[in-house]
């Protein structure tokens, strides 16, 4: 099987023939053509979506796939080190290529590489490519129309492996964490980009384009704290910065991934904002006095004034109401 974004072949053992007839490429999973299907039809539709956000030239090639590879063994990988790369996908436990989620996952390791050739070195920056490849993999589920709590929902998650988390357990907190695995934390960094993406303030196409933009500034050795300020850069450059507080949500306390803004820091956005801390604050745009006032959830009014940098918030749930000089009210609300 051949097309201008893969071809199917048979480099790897175990030795099993590429399917030529179409007429067998609608058996069920228990074929060998199952899997050859698999990998052309999800590669071809993700690159279809990276060529819809405008980063077709990511991968400019027809990279090579061997559905049934790696002598059977359990696992799966991508090898940038032929010419083209290469994704292997083993046979055992679950085969590998019946699940989108690991044929989407190692195609985010050629996404990474064909962005930044040759950076993957140091564990958080390893960390991050395993967190790429479970963010594409959700994604392309969300895009579906398929949204869970975990990666891998066929191949892991049973007697054979337990997948990984796409969400954040509560606790972990980056200022504290010890890697001893390029796996151990990976949940810390999918679980900050999927809520970016999935935030309502976000379009979660333009959160791709910013996270595939990010790619082009990675370098080896980085930290996650590195590459999360990359993003912030990253979406300076496709919209002028105006996720700059969504990101920081995502990505800041209790993450803690990105360190915690000061409001000493000069941040230009074009609509008033909340940003959530340590001292939680509404951000205004700059050169412009607003009114205000906070109510909380009952109507009580809890403080009103003017300002022309930021308005400290109290806790709690809150309602806000921010009006300029020309009399447009901005109403936000403090979950």
């Not at 850069?233 to 919209?239: F, K, P, Q, V």
């Not at 009014?301 to 300002?307: A, E, N």
Request: some cysteine.
């Amino acid at each position: 099987v051949c097309s201008s974004d893969l071809e199917v072949i048979d480099f790897d053992s175990p030795n099993i023939s590429i399917s030529q007839n179409p007429s067998q490429w609608l058996s069920g999973r228990t074929s060998d053509e199952f899997e050859q299907v698999m990998v052309a039809y999800h590669i071809t539709e993700q690159n279809k979506y990276l060529e819809a956000l405008g980063y077709d030239s990511i991968l400019n090639y027809a990279i090579h796939v061997d559905p049934q590879a790696l002598n059977g063994q359990d696992n799966s990988m991508f090898n940038w080190g032929t010419t083209p790369p290469r994704l292997f996908f083993g046979e055992g436990g679950v085969d590998d290529a019946e699940d989108a989620d690991v044929i989407i996952h190692e195609l985010g390791h050629a996404i990474s590489h064909g962005a930044a050739p040759g950076t993957t070195i140091g564990t958080e920056r390893r960390t991050f490519d395993e967190a790429l490849g479970d963010y594409f993999a959700e994604r392309y589920g969300r895009l579906l129309g398929v949204t869970s709590s975990r990666i891998f929902d066929w191949d892991g998650n049973n007697t054979f492996w337990n997948g990984r988390s796409a969400i954040y357990d509560g606790s972990k907190n980056y200022n504290n964490l010890t890697f001893l695995s390029i796996y151990q934390h990976t949940d810390l960094m999918v679980s900050a980009m999927l809520e970016f993406s999935a935030s309502s303030n976000v379009n979660d196409s333009t959160a791709d384009k910013i996270v595939l933009e990010c790619l082009y500034q990675l370098m080896s050795y980085e930290s996650l704290r590195d590459i999360a300020e990359n993003m912030i850069s990253a979406d300076s450059l496709i919209t002028g910065g105006s996720n700059f507080t969504e990101i920081h949500n995502a990505f800041g306390a209790p993450k803690n991934i990105l360190a915690p803004l000061t409001l000493d820091e000069k941040i230009d956005v074009s609509t008033p904002k909340i940003y959530y801390g340590k001292q939680s604050y509404v951000l205004l745009p700059k050169n412009n006095s607003y009114t205000f006032k906070i109510y909380n959830l009952n109507g009580q009014i809890l403080d009103s004034g003017t300002s022309m940098d930021h308005i400290l918030l109290p806790g709690g749930q809150l309602i806000v109401h921010v009006a300029d000089e020309q009399g447009n009210i901005t109403v936000l609300k403090k979950l």
